[in-house]
C-alpha cells in the first residue's frame, strides 16, 4: 500500500504518530524556479527547477488528546521529519562520485533514504554492475559508501533511492472548535513546507 500504517510527524527520532487525520490529508508540488552562482566566478546564474513538496492536513471531529497533538508541534521550532508513504523513490538521479568507492547524495528534503543501487551513467538499463550491492549510506553526512569500486574518481553514475517522508517545516497550525448538536468539535489544519 502507498501510504505508510502510522504516519509520523515530529524531530527525528521523536516523531508523533498522527495516523488519526489520513483521512484528511492532501498533498501538492509547487514548482519553485532557484537560482545559483556558477563556480567560475562570471557572475552568471544557473538556472534550475526543483520541486518543492508542500502538504496540507487537517483533521476534523478530533478528540482533545489528538487536538493537544496538533498543538505539541506548534512548539517545536525546527526541521521536522514527516514520514507517510512507502512507495517513494527517485530514479536515475546523476551524480559524480568523489572517489571511487564513494559518492556525496545530492541535497534533498527527503527522509527514510533507502539506496537501491548505483550504475554507471553509461549503464541506462542497469544490465550492469550495481555498484552498491554490498555498500552503505550514512543518514547524517549523505555520502554512500559503495561495495564495488568505480572505475575511477569522478565517475558520473545513476543513483536510485526509495525514501518515506520529507523534511519540512511547519508554515502555519490552526486549531478551531465547532458546535456539533450536541457536542463541541475540535478541528485542526496544519501546513507544512519541505526544505
Known amino acids: 500500500m502507498p501510504y505508510l500504517a502510522n504516519w509520523k510527524l515530529g524531530i ?4 508523533l504518530d498522527l495516523s488519526f487525520i489520513k483521512q484528511s490529508f492532501s498533498f501538492n508540488h509547487n514548482d519553485i524556479i532557484q537560482a545559483k552562482r556558477n563556480a567560475q566566478g562570471d557572475y552568471r546564474k544557473t538556472i ?13 471531529k478530533l478528540s482533545i488528546t489528538d487536538l493537544n497533538i496538533f498543538l505539541s508541534l506548534k512548539q517545536r521550532n ?7 508513504r512507502d512507495d ?3 530514479i536515475d538521479e546523476q551524480n559524480i562520485s568523489t572517489d571511487t568507492t564513494h559518492i556525496t547524495l545530492i541535497n534533498t528534503s527527503a527522509t527514510g533514504i533507502t539506496i537501491t543501487g548505483v550504475w554507471l551513467l553509461t549503464d541506462p538499463t542497469h544490465a550492469g ?25 569522478n565517475t558520473n553514475v ?5 525514501y518515506t517522508g520529507h523534511g519540512v517545516i511547519i508554515q502555519s497550525l490552526n486549531p478551531s472548535a465547532m458546535q456539533g448538536q450536541n457536542s463541541l468539535y475540535h478541528m485542526a489544519s496544519m501546513e507544512l513546507t519541505a526544505i
Open 129 to 153: 554492475t550495481n555498484y552498491y550491492t554490498g555498500g552503505s549510506y550514512n543518514t547524517a553526512t549523505r555520502i554512500i559508501t559503495l561495495g564495488a569500486a568505480l572505475p575511477g574518481a
Open 158 to 162: 545513476l543513483i536510485n533511492y526509495a
Open 12 to 15: 527525528s527520532g521523536s516523531e
Open 48 to 60: 534550475f527547477k526543483v520541486n518543492v513538496p508542500s502538504f496540507s492536513i487537517a483533521g476534523v
Open 78 to 84: 525546527a526541521l521536522l521529519n514527516f514520514k507517510y
Open 88 to 90: 517513494l523513490a527517485v
